[in-house]
């Protein structure tokens, strides 16, 4: 049921806190601060390369993930989509391990890419949502997301989990990997701690004001998403959730490929929904912004209170979050990209659980 909320991608979206605080407690010991040694058969210490594939938003999770085993376990990660990577006949060793995302477990491209990999003799991890799906009997280690059942075709609360799982994990092959320092494994761990408090207070801490922006953005046809790092990954989440449930046209690019293409499209017509928190990348994006800026383009700006502070650009709009430990910004920025588009989306009229064309699990090719 969805109480008092409107729509079930709306109480999805406000059960985040929960959800992600579900996921982390399955996978961290917050006394110990450890992460539980959850992998077997997947031996992270011996493996050199894992494989990822998934569909829409779980293959968005994945993307995240990469980066995250990348940086702190030192491990090599491919990713595809899965009805690509089904069909690229890539060479597989079984000094590989591989990872399959799936919110319910029964996409076809996803099962079809784990049943692929499992005749070439990798071990299997599939991070699923619906324990009693075809996806979590086939693998060998189920990666539980704790989301609860999630009814709005646009997945939320699912992704963030999703993340919380990828977090645990890139702990975990860090450690194993040795990686990581003790010290920076309870660094990492007590940030995570802190995400489901500060996701539940950005939630309404920003609500209104993306309410406010979703009007603004629906009198356009056409979106550009930028980022860089983990932010690109959220630009491309952002345009996927604004064309499945408003049905405007958007566009993520990496803000580095803005001059090798997408950059003549940018005039007073354009909005650009630029996601740069105050990270590594800050400095490049702003130049990238400042593009926008001198070609007219009009730019939602979402950052944190140290962006927000370093940048004098002018924006339709700057969504400032509180300063948060890198590890878990993807988890905290998720929140203004899904309430922009679910806002768009009612504002528009549009059937935000039931997007036209749409099923919420894929299970045809
Ligand atoms: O059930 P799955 O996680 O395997 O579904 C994958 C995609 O179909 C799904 O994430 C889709 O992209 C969502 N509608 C995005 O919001």
């Not at 948060?324 to 659980?353: K, N, R």
């Amino acid at each position: 049921e969805k109480g008092n909320h409107r729509h079930f991608m709306e109480k999805e979206i406000y059960e985040q806190p929960e959800a992600i605080s579900h996921t982390f407690a399955h996978y961290m010991d917050f006394v110990a601060k450890t992460v539980r040694p959850v992998a077997q058969p997947i031996d992270f210490a011996s493996i050199d390369g894992l494989k990822i594939a998934a569909c829409g938003t779980a293959f968005l999770a994945g993307h995240i993930g990469k980066t995250w085993f990348e940086r702190y376990a030192r491990l090599p990660v491919e990713i595809d989509i899965a009805s690509e990577f089904r069909y690229r006949e890539m060479p597989m060793t079984d000094r590989e391990a591989a990872l399959f995302i799936s919110q319910s477990g029964e996409t076809a491209d996803t099962l079809a890419s784990l049943r692929y990999c499992k005749e070439n003799g990798l071990k299997i991890g599939a991070i699923v949502n619906v324990q009693e799906s075809t996806i979590a009997r086939e693998a060998d280690v189920v990666f539980p997301t704790l989301a609860g059942p999630e009814i709005g075709v646009a997945s939320t609360k699912a992704f963030t989990s999703q993340l919380a799982v990828f977090a645990s994990l890139a702990i975990l092959a860090g450690r194993a990997r040795n990686t990581l320092t003790l010290e920076q494994e309870s660094e990492m761990i007590q940030a995570a701690t802190h995400a489901p408090r500060i996701v539940g207070s950005v939630l309404h801490a920003i609500q209104p004001q993306l309410e406010e922006l979703s009007r603004e953005l629906s009198k356009y046809h056409n979106v550009l998403y930028l980022g860089r790092g983990t932010s690109y990954t959220l630009a491309m989440e952002g345009a996927l959730k604004l064309k499945e449930i408003s049905y405007i046209h958007a566009e993520a690019y990496a803000a580095g490929e803005l001059k090798h293409g997408p950059i003549a499209l940018i005039d007073e017509n354009m909005p650009v929904i630029v996601i740069a928190p105050h990270d590594r990348h800050f400095d490049k994006t702003m130049s990238n912004m400042q593009e926008v800026a001198a070609r007219g383009g009009k730019i939602i700006f979402i950052t944190d209170e140290a962006g927000a502070a370093a940048s004098s650009m002018k924006t339709l709009s700057t969504v400032a979050l509180p300063n948060v430990d890198e590890f878990i910004a993807p988890l905290v920025f998720s929140i203004p990209v899904q309430l922009l588009a679910y806002h768009t989306a009612v504002f528009m009229g549009t059937d935000v659980d039931q997007p036209r064309n749409l099923a919420k699990s894929v299970t045809v090719e």
